[in-house]
């Protein structure tokens, strides 16, 4: 199984410019879903909720601003990072003005390298793991670039899916995920997996990282799901 990828959904109407966006994506090892317009969008946004929004602003009917502000005002989408794209220079200014709480902003014509940067960069921050990030929990280290995981001097052994649960963990100590989020996140939505698959998995990431002593660091919450610490 590959690891986890993060989700780009690409809001714009223009197929050109769509497919390239999608094909510089997906070269960079992104998965991606596209829609052509904004209410086309927000429902993507509703079936499967991705891990970032490239969102054009000049869309048909309802614009780019407006889609970027329901999402940001909706509590589940808030922290769905956001990149606008515009135009021109004094099209950003204003939509700036009109603060809608897209977290970058990009100007067309973009150079790909430099979207690719502010893709990653919005990702480092809500999905550290994914872009080769460094993730520190007590005395777990998780190196996703090497894929090795230590706990305190010593090596964890983890299979791929054990890598990758202690992964969507260490994202988000202390949060409580259930097991179907647990499955969407590490598994993929396409893939059908029995919830008990997760018990198992999740039993052998505690035996795993525990192998030389130390405290079972996952934590089993009655009735919702898992967390870490
Ligand atoms: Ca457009």
Same mark, same amino acid.
Do not use: F
């Given at each position: 199984m590959a690891p986890p990828q993060p989700n780009v959904l690409i809001v714009e109407d223009e197929p050109a410019q769509r497919e390239v966006l999608a094909y510089?994506?997906?070269?960079?090892?992104?998965?991606?879903?596209?829609?052509?317009?904004?209410?086309?969008?927000?429902?993507?946004?509703?079936?499967?909720?991705?891990?970032?929004?490239?969102?054009?602003?000049?869309?048909?009917?309802?614009?780019?601003?407006?889609?970027?502000?329901?999402?940001?005002?909706?509590?589940?989408t808030r922290g769905l990072p956001i990149i606008m794209l515009s135009a021109r220079s004094e099209e950003v200014d204003r939509v700036r003005g009109l603060e809608t709480g897209a977290d970058d902003y990009v100007i067309k014509p973009y150079?790909?390298?430099?979207?690719?940067?502010?893709?990653?960069?919005?990702?480092?921050?809500?999905?550290?793991?994914?872009?080769?990030e460094r993730l520190e929990f007590d005395d777990i280290v998780l190196d996703s670039e090497s894929h090795k995981v230590f706990r305190g001097e010593s090596l964890v052994k983890l299979g791929p899916t054990e890598f990758r649960l202690l992964s969507t963990f260490m994202?988000?100590?202390? #949060? =409580? @995920?259930? %097991?179907?989020?647990?499955? !969407? #996140? =590490? @598994?993929? %939505?396409?893939?059908?997996? !029995?919830?008990?698959?997760?018990?198992?998995?999740?039993?052998?990431?505690?035996?795993?990282?525990?192998?030389?002593?130390?405290?079972?660091?996952?934590?089993?919450?009655?009735?919702?799901?898992?967390?870490?610490?």
């Open positions: 510089n994506l997906e070269a960079e090892g992104y998965r991606v879903t596209r829609a052509e317009n904004g209410e086309e969008a927000l429902i993507l946004v509703e079936e499967d909720t991705p891990d970032l929004i490239v969102l054009d602003w000049m869309l048909p009917s309802v614009s780019g601003i407006e889609i970027c502000r329901q999402l940001k005002t909706r509590s589940e150079s790909v390298v430099e979207l690719m940067a502010r893709v990653r960069l919005q990702l480092r921050r809500t999905r550290p793991s994914t872009v080769g994202e988000k100590p202390g #949060r =409580v @995920w259930s %097991r179907e989020q647990l499955l !969407d #996140r =590490v @598994w993929g %939505r396409d893939i059908y997996v !029995d919830t008990r698959t997760v018990d198992v998995h999740i039993g052998r990431l505690r035996k795993a990282l525990c192998a030389n002593g130390g405290e079972d660091p996952v934590r089993t919450v009655r009735g919702a799901g898992y967390a870490l610490g």
